[in-house]
């Protein structure tokens, strides 16, 4: 009754998929424009887009309510469009997650991307293949098992995600309680047995979506060598 | 391409599945903000509370009183808050963000030490609890380490600091003294054997310790530790609020926190 850690999973597995829906699209973009656009203070850009990884989660959770919040810019926005706080709320669990994955997902479609031969990309031009085209039918296959490592980090990133989420979404039972979160409160008020038959079905499940992943990426990975050959 | 379309829709699917089962409901709910130590006494109150009232939209946010306190400050809609220790509220209040505090604290604690020495050296050391001051106790020279929270930061080290400054015993234990980072620590450093004694709360005590031997401290020893209780500015007006404000100090309440090992907060 106190528990409802079915409800927790979920909620996980939950906040986890759209955070991660929204950082694969937004990170191959944002990736894209820092490897090939370079706008004006792209160096800025990556500095910020990578903050989250190196700083402790409770500065990020503070940043984080800063901007949620009611009085911050995006919390009064959302407040001002919606009628109702975005603090508290599974939403801003994947704000949260999003923010603290996003870098990952950045980090390795850049890497992917830097490392597709310029020449590949000249020639498709040259054959009348315009931006999108080229990005949809050269740069993104190619940088595909760069994109799928993304994907898979960012994912597992976001289903660990603790601090953050405390801050901005609250450890609401029933509501907001991801099992990172469950897992803290079960800890804290010292249910050590229960604690840890979560932690190990959580293990579990997190393995398994990393074996899925890996026995996708290495078919993934024959079938793009196959295509080169 | 079949790769892209395989992650594609599984990654749709997967929150689509998930959507229904988490949508929250439309209504505001009564939000009660709570130090995470008083997480199982008030749920159970909760549980007695719905028995004996219609009202069924409470719901409540257990983290550390310094995130809590964050959050109501950043515009949080919580009505009521219940912190680990006077000082957030009075820093909330400060603010403007209290509008009612509680006339009695919702509950007390008690400060014990507790010592790890069990087994074959737990017979001395039980015997040495026998009979002796906690000064005593704590300049035995069987004990090589101490455990309590860092007094800069953690509220049971700061309460831990005064019992050492009133035993004058500050500069001659500063050698054994080991800090912690948080209540829990203290809590985990005794758990594992890694330090010979540690200042606790009672409630934690009773909860993770209850196998380990302790002495209570004199209450004159360190101010009181109580658990105030307040409605914020934003809870002022809405109904139910001050209905459940009351239960939470009502003698029913009161019974189901002693229960727990927390003190009378009169």
Known sequence: ?229 | MRFWRLLTTSLFLLPLLLMQSVGHSRQSPILVSAAISLRRPLMEIYQLYKQQSKERHIQFNFASSGALKMQIEHGGAVDIFAPASPQYLDLLEKKGLIHLKGKRPLAANRLLLISTLVGDRGKKIASMFKGRSVQEILLDKRVKRIVVGDPRTVPVGQYAHQVFKRLKLWPQLQDKIVFANNARQVVEYLRRNEVDLGLVYATDWQRLLSHLPYREISADLYTPIEYPIGVTARGKRRGGVDHFFNFLLSPASRQIFNRYGFADGV
């Not at chain 1, 050269?138 to 989420?165: D, H, K, Q, W």
């Open chain 1, 1 to 229: 009754m106190e528990y409802n850690l079915l409800f927790s999973f979920k909620l996980s597995l939950f906040v986890a998929g759209i955070s991660t829906i929204l950082v694969l699209i937004t990170g191959v973009g944002l990736a894209y424009l820092l490897v090939y656009q370079r706008p004006r203070g792209h160096q800025l850009l990556d500095i910020a887009l990578t903050l989250p990884l190196v700083l402790p989660p409770t500065i990020i959770g503070y940043y984080l309510i800063t901007l949620l919040g009611r009085n911050g810019v995006i919390g009064q926005l959302v407040l001002d469009l919606t009628g109702d706080s975005l603090m508290f709320t599974p939403q801003a669990a994947i704000c949260a997650a999003y923010v603290v994955s996003l870098p990952l997902m950045v980090k390795s479609c850049k890497s992917s991307f830097e490392s597709i031969d310029p020449h590949l990309l000249a020639a498709s031009y040259s054959l009348g293949h315009n931006r999108f085209s080229t990005f949809w039918r050269i740069t993104l296959p190619l940088a595909r098992p760069g994109i799928l490592a993304g994907v898979i980090l960012s994912f597992a990133r976001a289903l660990g995600e603790f601090g953050a989420t405390l801050m901005v979404a609250g450890n609401i039972p029933g509501k907001t309680d991801t099992v990172p979160l469950a897992i803290y409160s079960l800890v804290e008020s010292g249910q050590f047995v229960r604690a840890n038959q979560v932690v190990l079905i959580y293990t579990l499940i997190a393995a398994i979506f990393l074996l899925i992943s890996n026995i996708l990426g290495g078919r993934n990975l024959r079938a793009w060598k196959g295509e080169q050959r």
